[in-house]
């Protein structure tokens, strides 16, 4: 952390972080939140883990049941995100919305503003960020970092604020999301 203190704000915000598998969205959400003085983050991945018999990962020919538990999944983290923000909590929500569903998510969400990031780094960074975490994401499923990067930025909305953070530091963007908050706006 930048050793930047809490951000005291009323009223609370909902940020919404996406990206690739490897692009950063865990580790920028947990020190987003951790940069405010009340807040939540709201993982998918921990929504999917929550499924403990029968789940059915999202891979490149992904069957109808893994796209139903994913859909399931986003509700949950429309849902769950919005009752902390309404108890008072800033709420990071941050999940691969790739293509029509981060507009898809979005639409779940009856709150506005509501502040998108999406994290871009190139292909390249996204894998080797990936290498280096305990469960990698490209290799066995089939996915690769540029075919899962060519897809994301030609069928996803330009919606919010796109950080390329290839060679940024976590905290960094971080800096970058709350210089740049009133970019990531959608009303």
């Given at each position: 952390m930048s050793g930047t203190p809490p951000v005291d704000e009323l009223p609370p915000r909902l940020f919404v972080v996406t990206g690739i598998c490897g692009s950063g969205k865990s580790t920028v959400a947990r020190l987003l939140g951790e940069r405010f003085a009340r807040s939540v983050v709201i993982g998918g991945d921990a929504l999917r883990r929550m499924v403990v018999g029968g789940r059915a990962e999202m891979e490149p020919d992904a069957g109808w049941e893994a796209v139903a538990q994913f859909e399931l999944r986003l509700r949950h983290l429309a849902f769950l995100a919005e009752s902390y923000l309404h108890a008072g909590f800033t709420v990071i929500a941050e999940d691969n919305l790739l293509g029509s569903y981060l507009e898809r998510f979005l639409a779940q969400l009856s709150t506005r503003p509501v502040h998108v990031v999406v994290l871009a780094p190139s292909a390249a960074a996204a894998a080797r960020r990936d290498a280096g975490r305990?469960?990698?994401?490209?290799?066995?499923?089939?996915?690769?970092?540029?075919?899962?990067?060519?897809?994301?930025?030609?069928?996803?909305?330009?919606?919010?604020?796109?950080?390329?953070?290839?060679?940024?530091?976590?905290?960094?963007?971080v800096d970058e999301i709350l210089r740049r908050t009133d970019e990531s706006a959608l009303c």
């Open positions: 305990d469960k990698q994401a490209y290799g066995a499923a089939g996915w690769t970092a540029q075919s899962l990067d060519e897809a994301f930025r030609r069928e996803t909305a330009e919606l919010g604020l796109w950080l390329d953070t290839s060679e940024q530091r976590a905290d960094e963007t």
